[in-house]
Each structure stands twice: as C-alpha cells, then as structure tokens.
C-alpha cells in the first residue's frame, strides 16, 4: 500500500510503501499502536502514535493548525468497503502542510498538553 511517512526527527516527508500496514506502520511511527489524528480528505488520514505524549525527547510537526508529537503515517482507504488503499494525497500536498517543530519546542507543547487539568463537559 501506498503510503507517505512524516519523519519529525529527519524532518522528511516521503512516500513509502507498507506491506504489512500495521507492523510498518508501527516502524514507521516508532510505536505499537496508532490512531487517526485527523482525516485529510474523504479517503485518507494521518496516522499518529496513540500514546505519543507518553514519550520524551521527540520532535514534531503542525499539520495546518494541529500539532503532532513524534512521526506520522497517512493511509488511505477505499470508499467502497473502508479496506486501506493507496493515498490519494502527493507527498508536496503533505509537505506543504507541515511545520517543523523542534525538540525543546515539541517538549514544551508536550508539557503543557500532559499538564493540562481535565475538563468535564456536562449536557
């Protein structure tokens, strides 16, 4: 499959493919469980590491107005039965959409957001 890796510490976008999706993706990332950071289009997204914040000493990225702690794998899907697919996105499309952060910067985001006290919404 047909992918596109954001590398924070080589501050690198490039296209890839996954054989196995899920045990590359976890090379990739640096982890051993991912979940959506956000959809990019109606058929792909960016994969994150569920438990980034977790970690120390990482770098990362502002995809558009959202930050990210560590690496990223985008998939894509198919809309027909929801299986992973090639993405659809250019690896310049994803590249235009990133801004670097740097170690100290990311580890003060990472503080603040590990810090932040809970907030309870009631209906």
């Not at 490039?14 to 109606?42: F, P, Q, R, W």
């Not at 960016?46 to 980034?52: A, C, R, T, V």
């Not at 894509?76 to 992973?84: A, F, K, Y």
Request: net charge negative; with cysteine.
């Amino acid at each position: 499959m047909k992918s596109i890796v954001i590398n924070s510490q080589t501050r690198e976008v490039k296209e890839v493919t996954l054989a196995d999706v899920l045990k590359d993706t976890y090379a990739h990332i640096g982890c051993s469980m991912v979940e959506t950071g956000e959809y990019i289009n109606a058929t792909d997204a960016l994969m994150i590491d569920e438990e980034g914040y977790f970690n120390e000493g990482l770098c990362g990225f502002f995809f558009g107005d959202k930050f990210y702690y560590g690496n990223a794998v985008v998939w894509g899907t198919n809309p027909e039965d929801g299986d992973n697919a090639d993405c659809s996105v250019s690896v310049e499309y994803v590249l235009a959409q990133v801004e670097w952060v740097d170690m100290h910067k990311a580890s003060l985001i990472r503080e603040r957001v590990m810090n932040r006290p809970f907030t309870f919404i009631a209906y």
